[in-house]
């Protein structure tokens, strides 16, 4: 009675208090779900924004487009553009003859015929025109033709045309690049191309080159005028920027029109520059100039015995300015003698001839951006006169591109920097640098350069007010295994302003022909000279590089200037 | 009091339901303006870029120089054309002296003497 009393009386207690327990379970058990519902939203609330981004990106899948070429200057030289291309389903189109008309008002370029057997078709895709201008898309969307649609598709152009295209190469139909920088941006440089992209924007910053659209221009003009004047089989040219390497125009003619690849295919649209490999002639012999004087073999009063003709073995040595005299150091590059050239280099003996050679980059195969790059061509053995024509820069072939780096690096104070098409930050050029001369032969070679253009064979690419240095050569082409005396490749290398050269300009003529005006002469002097000079003279303003009359220049000016006056 | 925390409870259901759903139209509409301001971004972006090239094909070099030529009468520019600022005393022409006015005239008076 007791337990049950005290049970009775316990018990509504114990019930109460196991209800409450219930109640507090079942309680406890919602506000766990509530909250786990809460921390579920607020987690998805938070990370849903990026969530939603990779969705976003994944379903619009769409890659990083190929970045824009500019110059140095941020003119765009390649873009992409979006075009709609049309395309029709057959299956869904209604009436054919009602199709055909309203495309062809709007499209008058397509065959009828070849439309009606496209819309014929059973099938559930075709493409009736690619590249469809905005206009007539609207025209044709606006028709209402049931069954015809469009897709964007992006299409590589190249606004400045032929202005460029042998650097920048091109892309075929699906934009991936098939020569100059466009293959460069997908192949060797793809690292290049990465460092460009912006994934968040699927956007990508432009690839700047070392390239200057205007000088590129004036160069190119001047190279065409030149070779239809003197009726030059092809032309080529380059301005290197003498302290960083960077190629500020590279010309070669005749060229093509990157946004008609077709005209590539072409055999004479070679890039002569880097694809070419050409005896350079007397360009070559500043170099064999540098080597001895920075050997020691040769100072600037040394003088050479040009009386007569070099004999080595079976091969005699002339000069073309055959002077039968003895030579001073001087008047051998003034009179570019091939007898005092040879001399200067057996004396420096054939290994170290061949060493300094292989030292200037000659030897090797020169890897610029472009993948299209020649390698030299060289003699199989190197004998004694293997030594004597390489000196005067026959028996081996290289890029015209090479001759411009070495000269460079004779000018700029001795320092060989591989030539590069993209924009060069001059921080980083002292770590791809190499030293080939000393600083003191640099200063020696810039001053005979400079003498040659003032008085040598040089004298017509003087420009009033710029102090011009340069070397002339003009090599006999190789036709059916012979040198020939009537197929001669004319070239100038110089290097402007001449106290602290900047620039470097090659300038290169194939088979230019004697004219009357040059008095039946087709040397280098009396083509592809004059034309650096004009060059020169155009560039030069463009470059910033400021002119700096002599007294003689300045009563020339003023003498020819009230002419001009009268003439405005 | 339990019947008076079981209104509040409905009361406040129903209130977070309004707000909730016109949180969510709020952000649908919010997440359309987005896509659609993205849209018009790439179309900007696109006539840009359209843009841009064409201005590139207009000015390149070849173009500019056909159209000075014709149009302006203009050439490259020759040696000599350029001078440096220093050097400029030895190609301008001579300067004409300058006649002060004395000091007792006055020009304007002159002038209006003159129209009179």
């Known amino acids: 009675m007791t337990d049950a009393q005290t049970t009775g009386k ?39 924004s990026e969530n939603a981004g990779v969705r976003s990106a994944a379903h619009d899948n769409i890659r990083i487009p190929r970045p824009d070429i500019t110059d140095r200057h ?119 191309t990465a460092s460009l992209a912006k994934p968040q924007t699927r956007s990508a910053l432009p690839a700047q080159l070392a390239l200057d659209a205007r000088v590129q221009h004036a160069l190119s003009d001047e190279l065409a005028g030149a ?101 001073t150091l001087q008047e051998v590059f003034l009179y570019s003698s091939n007898i005092g050239t040879a001399r200067m280099a057996l004396q420096v003996g054939l290994e170290g001839h061949q060493a300094f050679l292989k030292k200037a980059g000659l030897f090797s195969r020169l890897r610029t951006e472009l ?22 820069g026959h028996g081996f072939a290289v890029q015209p591109l090479q001759g411009a780096m070495v000269t460079a690096a004779l000018v700029n104070g001795g320092l060989l920097i591989p030539p590069t098409l993209l924009r060069r930050h001059p921080d980083t050029v002292s770590g791809l640098a190499k030293r080939i001369i000393k600083p003191s032969t640099s200063e020696k070679m810039r001053y005979l350069f400079a003498l040659n253009v003032e008085k040598g064979t040089a004298r017509r690419a003087g420009v009033p007010g710029i102090r011009v240095g340069g070397k002339t050569g003009t090599a006999e082409k190789v036709i059916n295994g012979r040198y020939s005396r009537d197929h001669r490749l004319t070239s100038f290398v110089g290097a402007f302003p001449m106290d602290a050269p900047k620039y470097v300009l090659l300038v290169m003529l194939d088979e230019p022909q004697p004219l009357k005006e040059t008095y039946g002469y087709a040397t280098s ?38 002419k001009q006056d009268k003439g405005n | 009091m339990l019947r008076l925390a079981n209104i509040a409870l409905v009361l406040a259901l129903i209130v977070s339901a309004v707000f909730l759903y016109s949180i969510e139209h709020k952000t649908r509409e919010a ?51 350029k001078v440096r600022r220093r050097n400029l005393g030895t190609v301008l022409p001579e300067r004409p002296a300058v006649v002060p006015h004395a000091a007792d005239r006055d020009p304007i008076a002159d002038m209006l003497k003159g129209l009179q």
């Open chain 1, 74 to 192: 941020g003119r765009i030289l390649a873009s992409d553009i979006r075009v709609a291309s049309l395309h029709a389903n057959p299956r869904k189109i209604i009436d054919i003859d009602e199709a055909i008309e309203k495309l062809t008002a709007v499209l008058p370029e397509l065959d009828p015929r070849s439309l009606r057997k496209k819309l014929s078709k059973d099938k559930a895709f075709v493409w009736l025109k690619r590249e469809v201008s905005p206009e007539q898309r609207l025209a044709i969307h606006n028709q209402g033709i049931p069954g015809v649609g469009f897709r964007n598709e992006t299409k590589r152009v190249y606004p400045m045309g032929r202005l460029g295209a042998h650097v920048l190469g091109f892309v075929d139909i699906d934009s991936r690049g098939l020569a100059g920088i466009e293959k460069y941006l997908d192949g060797q440089g793809a690292l290049y």
């Open chain 1, 10 to 48: 316990a018990s509504p207690g114990t019930v109460r208090l196991a209800g409450q327990n219930r109640i507090r379970l079942v309680l406890a058990g919602f506000a766990l779900c509530f909250l786990i519902i809460a921390g579920r939203t607020a987690g998805l609330s938070v990370f849903l």
């Open chain 1, 371 to 392: 993948p299209e790059a020649a390698a030299p061509l060289l003699p199989p053995r190197w004998s004694k006169i293997t030594t004597v024509t390489a000196s005067f």
């Open chain 1, 525 to 562: 002097g009396w083509n592809a000279v004059p034309v650096a000079g004009k060059v020169i003279a155009r560039i030069a303003p463009l470059l910033g590089v400021e002119p700096e009359y002599t007294e003689e220049e300045q009563k020339k000016i003023a003498a020819a200037r009230p």
């Open chain 1, 227 to 327: 070779m239809q004047h003197f009726r030059a089989k092809a032309a080529a040219g380059i301005v290197l920027a003498a302290d960083t390497g960077e190629i500020l125009s590279l010309v070669s003619l005749p060229d093509y029109n990157p946004n008609d690849p077709r005209q590539a295919l072409d055999k004479s649209a070679i890039n002569r520059v880097t694809t070419g490999v050409f005896e350079l002639g007397s360009v070559i012999k500043a170099v064999t100039f540098a080597m001895a004087l920075d050997a020691g073999t040769a100072n600037m009063n040394s003088t050479f015995d040009a009386r007569f003709p070099l004999v080595v073995g079976r091969s005699r040595i002339n000069d073309f300015h055959a002077k039968r005299r003895i030579l």
């Open chain 2, 31 to 81: 997440e359309r303006q987005v896509a659609s301001l993205k849209s018009q971004i790439n179309e900007e972006r696109e006539t840009i870029r359209l843009l841009r090239a064409e201005w590139s094909n207009l000015t390149r070099p070849q173009r500019l120089q056909k159209l000075a030529q014709r149009h302006l009468g203009l050439n490259p520019v020759k040696p000599g054309q």
